[in-house]
């Protein structure tokens, strides 16, 4: 049974930094993406990040590229997502994801992953 679970997520001011992490288990993918995803409150959940460890590439939505780092850690099978230079709009609940095999090309939208976390939630105050 695949597991995520999600921790890091905090309160803090804009322009501060926090790092999330995505500790997996159970879970044997070996063509797959791995993403993060965000909801900010009366939104729709937006893909935010994404990751193709077997082919090495990395995804960005618009705003938070050159501000936010998706990465992740074999040996402890934990995907991360670094965020600084917080603003107030990137407040919202913070989940992992995983998919189940090919992804296909549009990393970033919900339907390729099948696997989520529970989520983290990251407040950015003005």
């Known amino acids: 049974q695949v597991q995520l679970v999600e921790s890091g997520g905090g309160s803090v001011e804009a322009g501060g930094s926090l790092m999330l992490s995505c500790a997996a288990s159970?879970?044997?993918?070996?063509?797959?993406?791995l993403g993060w995803f965000r909801q900010a409150p009366g939104k729709k959940r937006e893909g935010v990040a994404a990751l193709r460890p077997m082919v090495g590439t990395t995804s960005y939505t618009h705003s938070v590229k050159g501000r936010f780092t998706i990465s992740r850690d074999n040996a402890k099978n934990t995907l991360y997502l670094q965020m600084h230079s917080l603003k107030p709009e990137d407040t919202g609940m913070y989940y992992c994801?995983?998919?189940?095999?090919?992804?296909?090309?549009?990393?970033?939208?919900?339907?390729?992953?099948?696997?989520w976390g529970q989520g983290t939630q990251v407040t950015v105050s003005s």
């Open positions: 159970g879970y044997t993918g070996s063509t797959y993406c």
């Open positions: 994801a995983a998919s189940d095999g090919y992804c296909g090309t549009n990393v970033l939208a919900e339907y390729p992953y099948k696997y």
